[in-house]
DNA sequence: TGAAACCCGATAAAATCAATCGGGATTGCG
DNA sequence: CGCAATCCCGATTGATTTTATCGGGTTTCA
């Protein structure tokens, strides 16, 4: 189980973006000055500003804003944005890829790792990544 | 973050082969009798055997075992065998190709990420999904 | 000896990823 | 106004990965 770059590019943005925070609006050119390919975060921007994670102004002197607290913008919404959805198997979601319909042992456990990936991501804050929070083990407690 | 077939058939072999467990050799065109293409499953069930998950048997009337009781086998285990570690970014495990080395907010987080969702993974076994257990939410309390 | 089966490296077709290109639209500033 | 900076966006290209298929080799039973 891979995650492209995409993800890690857009992660990287946002915490320029978070960083820099009320101090106007960061151009394309500052957010990939270290290294990162220009064009290609420009199209990874355009996902983040779809999904409503960044605003942005046009023109001389624009670029690009977070749009909200990095305490509202969560890991998963980032991931998401730029990756696509957890996927872990078409027959998800989707009953008519799979002839056995509803009734298939394999799909409850991919819908259940779904779930718990998507929750995992989702518990964890910009904020929280800022912080360098010590992210403590989880307890995996089957309730 | 998707899955490629690979884990996908290699669950579907396994359970496969976890339901036939005690009937002797299950034969590669038996296993993929429902459509999975023959020798692409012959390449995987190539890699489970090498990950110890199933043993075989040459020869003619030969075959495909599972190796150990489907209590004692994890999907985590069944899917790293296929696809390969959980790897969301080059940089955890490998500090050279990050010039930060580990100080790197993003690298905790990753780290993190992989340890739970290998935790998740790990912690049902085949047998689980063989009896279609009813999988609880899991309780995401940090501790 | 021959058929059934696993074993295995090489190759090929398709899909996806990563990045670039070329131009268009918007806006601040002199 | 005119120009430079900047975002916007679809198309294209090259690399990589995925998903197979092929062609043979080896083992074993009858």
């Not at 290609?40 to 102004?57: D, F, M, P, S």
Request: charged content about 20%.
């Amino acid at each position: 189980m891979k995650l492209s770059t995409r993800g890690q590019y857009a992660l990287h943005a946002m915490i320029f973006l978070a960083r820099k925070a009320g101090e106007g609006p960061q151009s394309l050119k500052t957010i990939a000055e270290d290294g990162l390919p220009e064009q290609y975060l420009e199209q990874l921007l355009g996902a983040l500003r779809r999904a409503g994670l960044v605003t942005t102004v046009r023109g001389a002197a624009g670029g690009y804003h977070i749009a909200r607290p990095a305490s509202e913008i969560t890991v998963g919404h980032i991931l998401e944005s730029t990756e696509g959805p957890v996927n872990l198997s078409e027959c998800v979601g989707d009953s008519a890829s799979c002839a056995k319909g509803a009734a298939c042992a394999t799909r409850d456990l991919w819908a259940y790792l779904t779930d718990n990936i998507n929750q995992l991501m989702q518990g964890i804050s910009l904020q929280d990544v800022l912080q360098n929070k010590p992210y403590g083990a989880k307890e995996y407690t089957n309730s």
